[in-house]
């Protein structure tokens, strides 16, 4: 009796909530990325990543996406404000056939946030679905109904008569990869898989950055290194400057650039000139404790961060957030912002702003380029591990090649290439990097490594034989077999040594299947 009468006082609640509501606000948008489906035995498996972003109507208990093959449904998205999901947690339990399985959760906080969401559910199918399209619904659930607002279709394969010890892939990005996923096991070796040697880099060119938040007594511009938290502020700079101004045999400074920033209070122009006047203190600080030539060091002042604060306040989680973010974004630096900013709250939101958020918008940022030396070979295995980020791409390079071989692979295949993966990091964009990180990535069995490196490739011709591998081992020997006559055009030995060891595993695939029959 309890429990009947506690339902009914929630759906008086309800209706009470629903009673007032004025014109429905435009839904949040939504979109879907990297949607994709797989046959895994018995199971269908569904992988999206969703963004959700902008407010609840005014009304709407809740936004639902709720995924749908057939008669059956998979569990749902659902986008609550914070009082609504406690109300649903409390009818789920009571009343649980009436409310829809949730396989996530996202609360819609105050301001238009945008949420995103990474979905991976399977549901066993009860048997070959005649549909083949998955369609995810979103619905916008009142007090007492649910309305269909649009509709998302992914084409499904239907079930192939499947085997069940064989995984079915359908990406519904036709220009992207299989998932990761290994159905295949191959005894992988450098024959397999294609290096290429990189481009030489004539002049090693490198860059590094830092920002620092400096403390100085009012209108003071010359750097005080022991000064409130100063000393370690400066300990950022000089843990790249004292390498790299002292060491001059291996570095050459070419150029410094030093921003000042200040916070907003006092007038536009006072900050502007302060700004600069504290870069150029920045400026001899570095001159007098690192021996630089001031010639190669640019300053200028940028005046007052209002990008910074309207990034620090955006980030927050302050109740006036919304307030201050609109006063920034709808008054002009010369038409009153400061002002209106002041006036808020009859002061006391300035007044909280000045100590917890104006100190980190007093700062300096430098960039730093400078030129490193050539290393011999030995040189190059030591800095891999100390300072891989002095080392070119063909010194990466070399040092892999030495390290690693076949009977590399024999002794500890997981560790095999791990050099690779160091170039990849400083070097992402480059093609080279990318195949050889691929290569070893490969060799290893490491397939979400690999998925990731090729992705930056698939279009180029290099990359033919190892997206021949990939496709080998995810268990697509059809596209595999393309691939690799492709490469007959790029890596030909090595293309038609798999191609002869593909058509030997089929072989060996298909006595299998007959000897088990």
């Not at 096991?185 to 040697?197: D, G, I, M, Q, R």
């Amino acid at each position: 009796m309890k429990r009947i009468i506690l339902i009914l006082l929630l759906l008086v609640a309800s209706h009470s909530l629903c009673a007032g509501k004025g014109r429905d606000r435009q839904l949040p948008e939504i979109t879907y990325d990297s949607i994709r489906a797989c046959w895994q035995g018995d199971s269908l498996q569904l992988r999206f990543r969703a963004r959700i972003a902008g407010r609840l109507p005014r009304g709407g208990r809740y936004i639902g996406l709720i995924p749908k093959l057939g008669e059956t449904t998979f569990p749902a998205i659902g986008y609550f404000r914070p009082t609504e999901a406690r109300y649903f947690r409390r009818r789920q339990f009571f009343d649980p056939q009436q409310t829809p399985e949730m396989a996530h959760t996202v609360l819609a906080r105050r301001g238009n946030d945008v949420h995103y969401v990474n979905y991976e559910q399977s549901l066993l199918m009860p048997s070959t679905p005649s549909d083949s399209v998955l369609l995810i619904e979103t619905r916008l659930f009142t007090c007492c109904s649910s309305t269909l607002k649009a509709l998302k279709g992914l084409r499904i394969p239907l079930h192939p008569g499947y085997r069940r010890d064989t995984v079915y892939i359908y990406d519904n990005r036709n220009d992207r990869l299989p998932l990761p996923v290994a159905v295949v096991s191959l005894p992988l070796y450098e024959a397999n898989v294609t290096f290429l040697e990189p481009q030489p880099e004539a002049v090693k060119e490198r860059t590094a950055s830092a920002t620092v938040r400096l403390t100085y007594p009012v209108n003071v511009s010359r750097v005080l290194s022991y000064f409130g938290d100063n000393a370690t502020e400066l300990h950022h700079i000089d843990s790249i400057l004292n390498r790299i101004a002292t060491d001059t045999a291996t570095y050459r400074i070419t150029r410094i650039a030093i921003t000042g920033y200040a916070s907003p209070e006092d007038t536009y122009e006072h900050n502007l000139h302060l700004s600069e006047r504290r870069a150029y203190g920045m400026r001899d600080w570095l001159a007098d404790n690192y021996g630089l030539d001031r010639n190669t060091i640019s300053c200028q002042g940028a005046g007052e961060d209002w990008d910074g604060l309207r990034a620090l306040v955006a980030a927050s989680d302050l109740s006036f957030r919304d307030e201050v973010l609109a006063i920034i974004d709808r008054y002009d630096l010369w038409h009153g912002r400061e002002k209106h900013l002041m006036e808020l709250h009859g002061g006391r939101t300035y007044n909280y702003l000045l100590p917890h958020f104006f100190p980190t918008l007093r700062r300096m940022e430098l960039e730093m380029e400078y030129s490193v030396r050539s290393f011999t070979p030995d040189e190059s295995a030591d800095r891999l591990t100390s300072h891989p980020q002095d080392l070119s791409l063909q010194e990466i390079y070399d040092v892999a090649r030495e390290r690693n071989t076949d009977q590399t692979i024999a002794r500890e295949r997981d560790q095999y290439g791990k050099e690779y993966d160091i170039a990849v990091r400083y070097f992402p964009d480059d093609v080279s990097a990318n195949i050889n990180a691929a290569s070893a990535a490969l060799v290893r069995g490491d397939l979400e490594q690999a998925h990731e490196c090729l992705e930056q490739v698939a279009d180029g011709p290099m990359a033919a034989n190892n997206l021949g591998i990939y496709y080998w081992l995810c268990g697509d020997t059809a596209m595999a077999e393309q691939y690799f006559r492709k490469a007959m055009e790029t890596d030909p030995v090595r293309a038609a040594h798999n191609l002869s060891e593909l058509a030997r595993w089929l072989e060996e695939q298909q006595n299998e299947n007959e000897a088990s029959r």
